[in-house]
């Protein structure tokens, strides 16, 4: 028998003393990681304890490789035929059905079709043997059909996942990625996935559809990302209501609601909340929420609870032009929300619209990090405004070019009017970005902090990108003596 | 302070805080079994010793995470009956953090070779007949692609 393998093993034997390159570079391409000592002639000449371990051991083993690879251990001895076969944790990659060695033509070859025909076939037959005819429980689903290939396939890939739910799965995490197909996509994802009780973490990612029923009942979810899905409610337009008390975080990215009426996010537990979708009528209800990513366009979530222990608030606006007033109006109320925050950026917004209504805007006692990039400001006086609400204000970012109204005055140093607390107290770090040379409104601002900065350690001016030349040497100069209140701040131009 | 003994007779003293990384180890002092010494008799001397380095060094050095990552790589230099040996007495003591690095060695040493080559390594000797060894390959065929 060709396979039987040599009686002793000698040190020469590991391929890096051996083989010559031209051999070695063919069969892999990277050097072996030989964490192994050489065995000497008397040593593991006659012991497989590797097979010996027990089957729970060598799960564990297997389970740091992908399952195509421990999928092709089942040939090493009988002791192994069936041992990948109960692997709790399923991972595959459809990469892999594209990147085999065995292809080496280009898509307008003849066989390419052919050859990939055969693979598709095999693959389906090998998850088919792994999700459809096995008895032992699985923890895990991963798999990721980013490639385009099962396009056709979008029945055999739900039948999958049905079997997956029925055998008691904490995570699936499967993204999808299909060509052609009906608008909303093909319904890949069965419904049942809202509502199963095993699940931990669910994650789906696709240009597919999932019909929702009334009440997402996932009792022991912790982790929920939608991306790019669409959601189907049924045409009654109902409440989508939520029944996962232990859902800690939750991602709602680019996914479209279609019949779906309001949507109430009841989730007591939930700290960290990512929502960049297009739907109007969302409320949230969330209490415990620690970190909220917020991309918006045309209609604003509302919030029945002012978040108490958030610490970090993203806000992206998507609109291209002014708020409309209905939507300025509640965007403001969802600011007014987010007074407890430590963390603040506020991308796209509007500042003076959001300051407008000045009599909704709270005071931020624990704001420390304030960041305005893409930040309409408009007039010096609303980014004085939000100094003056935020009096523990510690680091500072914003942009200076596109950012100002340039044609409003420039009176920073009114007469003896008093500066914002934040500035005399704990301002010690203030970024300004895109300044340009030729408008005395930087030099004017940058001036005003560094006079009356009193615990400024560092003010960081970056010079405008569109600009063709860098820094002039007069206008560093200028900079530099400007009069400073903290005679530690150091002054970076970048 | 905990007393071991391991299987060949040797005994080894160890702090109780630091011992219970080993949940087999915490059971038995909360069961009260840990009078005078415990016994662990499916752990020998050498492995045992090795053991105890690994969940020391992970006890005093708990928030270096740089420092634990080379700690645990140059721990797993060892030939190959050494690993088992760890890994088996990493299984009955229950050491999760020090069963899995095992574990991902064992993986990483597999990880991009032929199955002819894996054989060899570990002396795993092939029992199929020709003809189930073609049936199977046919059978997972995508797996061996």
């Known amino acids: 028998m060709a396979e039987r393998n040599p009686k002793c093993l000698k040190a020469s034997f590991f391929p890096q003393h051996d083989q010559n390159p031209s051999e070695k570079s063919a069969m892999r391409t990277e050097p072996i990681k030989a964490n192994l000592s050489p065995a000497s002639a008397d040593d593991n000449c006659k012991e497989d304890r590797f097979s010996a371990l027990p089957d729970h051991i060598l799960f564990n083993i297997l389970s740091f490789l992908r399952t195509k690879e421990a999928a092709s251990t089942s040939i090493l001895s009988t002791r192994w035929r069936y041992i990948f076969l109960d692997l709790p944790k ?38 088919d ?32 996942l049905s079997s997956v739910l029925s055998r008691n799965v904490q995570v699936i995490d499967v993204r999808v990625k299909f060509y052609g197909g009906e608008f909303w996509g093909p319904e890949v994802f069965p419904s049942e996935i809202l509502t199963c009780e095993t699940l931990v973490v669910l994650k789906l990612d696709g240009n597919v559809s999932l019909k929702v029923p009334k009440l997402l009942c996932l009792p022991n979810l912790r982790v929920l990302h939608l991306d790019t899905l669409t959601l189907l409610g049924d045409s009654t337009g109902s409440t989508l209501k939520w029944n996962c008390p232990l859902l800690d975080d939750l991602r709602i990215d680019l996914v479209i609601f279609c019949d779906v009426g309001l949507v109430d996010i009841n989730l007591p537990s939930l700290t960290k909340l990512v929502w960049a979708s297009e739907k109007d009528k969302v409320v949230l209800n969330t209490p415990k929420l620690e970190c909220l990513e917020y991309r918006f366009y045309e209609s604003i979530l509302s919030s029945n609870c002012k978040f108490k222990f958030l610490t970090k608030a993203d806000l992206r606006c998507e609109y291209p032009d002014a708020l409309p007033e209905h939507l300025a109006h509640e965007l403001c109320q969802l ?140 206008t560093r100069k200028k900079l530099m003596e400007l009069s400073r209140c903290s005679r530690n701040c150091e002054i970076v131009l970048i | 302070m905990i007393v071991l003994n391991s299987s060949d007779g040797a005994t080894f003293e160890v702090e109780e805080s630091v011992a219970v990384q080993s ?43 740089e420092g634990l990552k080379s700690f645990d790589a140059e721990f797993v230099k060892v030939d190959q009956a050494s690993l088992f040996e760890i890994i088996l007495a990493a299984n009955y003591l229950d050491i999760k953090g020090l069963l899995d690095l095992t574990c991902q060695t064992v993986a990483d040493q597999i990880k991009d070779l032929t199955v002819e080559e894996v054989r060899a390594i570990f002396n795993i000797m092939n029992d199929f007949t020709p003809e189930e060894e073609a049936k199977l390959r046919n059978d997972h065929a995508w797996a061996f692609e």
């Open chain 1, 335 to 474: 600011f007014g929300q987010l007074c407890n925050v430590k963390h603040l950026d506020l991308r796209g917004c509007s500042l003076e619209s959001l300051l407008r209504e000045d009599h909704l805007l709270p005071e931020f006692l624990n704001l420390t990090h304030l960041v305005l990039k893409w930040t309409w400001i408009g007039s010096w006086k609303f980014l004085e405004i939000l100094l003056w609400s935020a009096p523990n204000l510690e680091m500072l970012v914003f942009e200076l070019m596109r950012q100002f109204d340039m044609a409003s005055g420039i009176h920073l140093h009114c007469g003896a009017k008093e500066k914002p607390h934040c500035l005399s107290q704990h301002l010690r770090e203030v970024k300004i970005m895109e300044f340009v040379e030729s408008h005395q409104l930087g030099f004017e601002i940058v001036s005003y902090f560094l006079k009356h900065g009193a615990g400024l350690q560092k003010m960081t001016i970056y010079h405008s990108r569109t600009s063709p030349t860098k820094w002039s040497s007069s």
């Open chain 1, 129 to 160: 043997r792994l999700v459809m005819h096995r008895e032992s429980p699985l923890s895990e689903f991963h798999f990721s059909c980013g490639c385009g290939c099962l396009t056709d396939q979008t029945i055999v890939v739900r039948s999958w």
């Open chain 2, 23 to 65: 949940q087999t180890i915490k059971h038995m002092i909360e069961d009260n079994c840990a009078d005078t010494s415990i016994p662990l008799p499916n752990v020998n001397g050498v492995t045992l010793a090795r053991v105890l380095e690994y969940i020391k060094k992970h006890a005093e050095a708990k928030d270096d995470e």
């Open chain 1, 90 to 127: 399923i991972d595959l990659d459809d990469y892999e059905l594209v990147n085999t060695r065995r292809f080496r033509g280009d898509e307008s070859d003849d066989c390419y079709h052919d050859v990939m025909g055969e693979l598709e076939e095999k693959f389906i037959d090998f998850v």
